[in-house]
C-alpha cells in the first residue's frame, strides 16, 4: 500500500533513524521470534488495516520497546505501512527513543488539530505518533466518540497499526482501547510476573471485550548456549 501526498509534521517517518530496533541488531534468537511473531499476526489479519494494542500486566514489562521491533519487524518483512502510536498517557517514551517531540499526538484526538496531523503522507514505511500532552483529562480522551473516527483515519492510511498501552492491571485507558482493536497482545516479563498477574490482566481485557490473541514473553533468560536452543 503506498501512502500518498507529503507527510504531516507528526507522522515522521522513521525508516532511516529506525537504528535503535534495527532488526539486523537483534541476537538469533530474538530476531526469529519476532519474525515468528509477525508471521502469527499476519494469520489473525482480518483485513489489510488491523490494529493490535500491545499492553502488559504491570510497569517495566517492556511493552514500548516490544511495539518498537515488532513495527521495525513488519517493515522489513513486507512493503506494508506501519503506525506506532504511543498510547500510554502515563509514562509515555516513544518520543524519547525517536528523538522526536512529544506534541502534539494522540492526546490530540478528537481535536482539529488531529485531522492535520493523522493525514495521508510520506513513503512506505514506519510512522510514529507520540503521545501528545500527557496531563490531558484522560476518561475525555478516551472517550469511544473520539477514538472511533481516529482508528478509521488511521485504518484508511496504514496496513499496520500498533498502539503502546499502558499497563493494565494499573490503569483503566487500555481497557477502554481493548474493546476497539482487533486484537489485543499481552507483553510478560519472564521469570518476574506472576501467573495470578498474568490471568488477572487476561482478564481484564477479556472483560472489556479485548480479543486476547496471545503472550509475548519477554526478556527470556537463556540458560543454556543460544546455539542449543537453536537445534531444540
Known amino acids: 500500500m503506498v ?3 507529503s507527510p504531516p509534521e507528526i507522522l515522521q517517518d522513521l525508516t532511516a533513524p ?7 541488531g537483534l541476537e538469533p534468537l530474538e530476531r526469529e521470534a519476532y519474525q515468528r511473531l509477525a508471521q502469527s499476526l499476519r494469520s489473525f489479519q482480518l483485513h489489510r488495516h488491523t490494529v493490535f494494542l500491545l499492553v502488559s500486566a504491570t510497569h517495566g514489562e517492556g ?3 516490544v511495539a518498537r521491533k515488532l513495527a521495525a519487524t513488519l517493515i522489513k518483512t513486507s512493503q506494508e505501512s506501519v503506525l506506532l502510536v504511543d498510547t500510554n498517557l502515563r509514562s509515555p517514551n516513544q518520543h524519547v527513543v525517536f528523538h522526536t517531540a512529544q506534541s502534539p499526538g494522540f492526546s490530540d484526538v478528537g481535536s482539529h488539530a488531529f485531522r492535520r496531523i493523522t493525514g495521508n503522507g510520506g513513503q512506505p514505511g514506519l ?3 507520540p503521545c501528545g500532552d500527557s496531563t490531558q483529562d484522560k476518561p475525555q480522551l478516551l472517550a469511544d466518540s473520539a477514538l472511533r473516527p481516529a482508528l478509521g483515519e488511521w485504518r484508511a492510511s496504514f496496513n499496520w497499526i500498533i498502539l503502546d498501552g499502558a499497563p493494565i ?3 483503566t485507558d487500555s481497557a477502554v482501547l481493548a474493546g476497539l482493536v482487533d ?3 499481552l507483553v510478560i516479563e519472564a521469570e518476574k ?5 498474568a490471568e488477572q490482566a487476561k482478564r481484564i481485557l477479556e472483560d472489556a471485550g479485548g480479543r486476547v490473541l496471545g ?3 519477554n526478556r527470556r533468560k537463556y540458560h543454556i548456549p543460544s546455539s542449543i536452543y537453536r537445534r531444540l
Open 169 to 171: 492491571t494499573v490503569y
Open 183 to 185: 486484537g489485543v497482545i
Open 215 to 217: 503472550c509475548v514473553l
Open 18 to 24: 529506525l537504528g535503535t530496533v534495527e532488526t539486523n
Open 193 to 197: 510476573t506472576r501467573w495470578e498477574v
Open 63 to 65: 511493552t514500548s520497546t
Open 127 to 129: 510512522f510514529l505518533l
Open 3 to 5: 501512502i500518498r501526498d
